[in-house]
């Protein structure tokens, strides 16, 4: 019988983690328009956080918009089933990439944003879809080791993205079509002085469109197991009885307000610590987003019910082959595809000081989701600590290092706070993604202090606000206040 559900799983799995990959690097793709933008619109650093606030804020439109309609309506997911909300929210966001089109053409800003609004509110419905869905396949004491995978995979693309797409945008495509000109008449290039094109962002997002209309057409096609509350679906405001939730509602906030920050000023910050070009930067953004892999693959197999010791090695196994797998892909596109010279072993050897922290920080969690989440959170309170107490390329490193130990807070908190929350699931899934706003408002809380004291460097001491709360979460404030009965079946 449990042979049968696995094998029943299977399949929908599959399908959700190349969402996950998908929605991942199409997310950090943000992380290169920045640049791009403030070139293209001579924009200050707090207006080119316009492109983080505009795409965050529409998650908290959309599930407000959702949490709504769940309230007067009845949960609409739960009536309507996971599958059309997928497939709801996959349309949506081919519509928002193929905007992006004109946008460039006209060299409209605010189309720009308006495009990055849509896409916002089609990964909304995703997200409120997919996560639950997610933790819903299988055991409830093993959903938090399936969201980490489902994320590692998310994380993947979120790797792939600064490589890839900053080569897309900044050297193949922009080849393509007559060169952009600047609002002072004069031709807009990279940091290596090759000139930019509208084609530079119009093709790669024509290719997202249609890889999300595929996916649609995937999942059409596949038949995924229908789940449904053991009690009637109600209106009100359910969800909101737990303290887990709101609690858990507050973490989503600051974590993805602080990694996003990081994550989304990275390249500039670059730039002004060491005057690294932007084509050498973002392929040391790809080891920030890639510790998030590495971190989510490592707590996937930590959450699994392998013995300890058999775990453990495995751990160490996939931590080096995956550190492996990202300086790979790094230095194969730098050096076969965009004609420099591809990083170094001995310059990324820092890097994996971090990975081996970030092995000693699973063994303390014990895998315990909520434990592990305070570990990391207080590590990554110490990164920033020393990142502001120094500079140069020690603070780079610590920076980039912070990535791995942002790796299963998303999992950890999102299970943690749906955890017994019943029929109440995916309304309280609507709100947590409702928090997701907070990669709109820190990252501007960030830039406007980096206008202010003139560089991101000191701007940092924000994420480490938002860390402690984590850190207090993930000791105290997961504590479900009650438990709750009511089950979900397939």
Not at 235 to 262: D, N, T
Not at 293 to 321: A, D, E, P
Not at 377 to 387: C, P, V
Not at 454 to 460: D, S
Request: glycine share 10%; hydrophobic share 50%.
């Amino acid at each position: 019988m449990e042979t049968e559900q696995r094998t029943k799983y299977t399949y929908p799995m599959i399908a959700l983690t190349t969402l996950f990959f998908m929605w991942g690097f199409i997310t950090c793709m943000n992380d290169i328009l920045i640049p791009y933008l403030r070139k293209m619109f001579d924009l200050q650093r707090w207006e080119s956080m316009l492109v983080q606030f505009t795409f965050f804020t529409a998650y908290f439109v959309g599930s407000l918009v959702y949490f709504i309609l769940s309230v007067r309506k009845g949960d609409p997911i739960a009536k309507r089933g996971y599958k059309n909300g997928i497939l709801l929210g996959l349309f949506i966001s081919a519509g928002a990439c193929l905007l992006i089109y004109p946008a460039a053409a006209l060299q409209s800003f605010p189309l720009f944003l308006a495009a990055l609004f849509i896409l916002g509110l089609g990964f909304t419905l995703l997200q409120i879809a997919a996560n639950p869905y997610v933790a819903l396949l299988g055991k409830p004491e093993t959903a938090s080791s399936r969201l980490n995978l489902s994320q590692a995979f998310n994380s993947f693309g979120t790797t792939i993205a600064p490589i890839l797409g900053g080569f897309l945008v900044f050297d193949f495509f922009a080849k393509v079509g007559n060169p952009l000109i600047g609002r002072t008449g004069n031709i807009i290039s990279n940091d290596m002085g090759s000139p930019l094109s509208a084609a530079s962002v119009q093709l790669p997002y024509l290719i997202f469109a249609a890889v999300f209309v595929a996916l649609a057409v995937v999942f059409y096609l596949i038949k995924l197991p229908e789940f449904s509350a053991s009690a009637k679906i109600e209106k009100g405001v359910g969800a909101l009885r737990f303290k887990q939730l709101y609690l858990g509602m507050i973490a989503i906030f600051v974590y993805v307000g602080a990694e996003v920050a990081v994550g989304s000023s990275f390249i500039n910050y670059a730039k002004e610590s060491l005057d690294m070009p932007e084509m050498k930067a973002k392929a040391f953004l790809a080891f920030y987003w890639g510790g998030l892999m590495i971190g989510r693959f490592l707590g996937s197999i930590s959450l699994s019910g392998i013995s300890s010791t058999r775990k453990y090695l495995i751990m160490l196994l996939v931590s080096v082959l995956t550190f492996f797998v990202i300086y790979g892909a790094n230095y194969f596109v730098m050096n076969y595809f965009e004609g420099q010279q591809g990083l170094g072993i001995e310059e990324v050897a820092p890097y994996l000081i971090f990975v081996f922290v970030n092995y000693l920080g699973f063994i303390l969690g014990k895998s315990m989701p909520a434990r592990t989440l305070m570990i990391f959170s207080l590590i990554a309170i110490i990164l920033l600590g020393i990142a502001l107490a120094s500079s140069g390329i020690h603070t780079f490193w610590t920076i980039i290092g912070l990535g791995l130990f942002n790796s299963i807070m998303w999992s950890n908190i999102f299970a943690l706070s749906i955890a017994g929350l019943g029929k109440d699931t995916a309304q309280g899934s609507s709100l947590l993604v409702m928090m997701i706003l907070g990669g709109a408002v820190v990252p501007m809380i960030v830039g406007a202090f980096a206008d202010i004291i003139g560089g991101y460097h000191y701007a940092f001491f924000v994420p480490i606000i938002c860390y402690g709360y984590l850190a207090y979460y993930g000791w105290k404030g997961y504590k479900p206040k009650y438990k709750h009965s009511e089950n979900i079946t397939a």
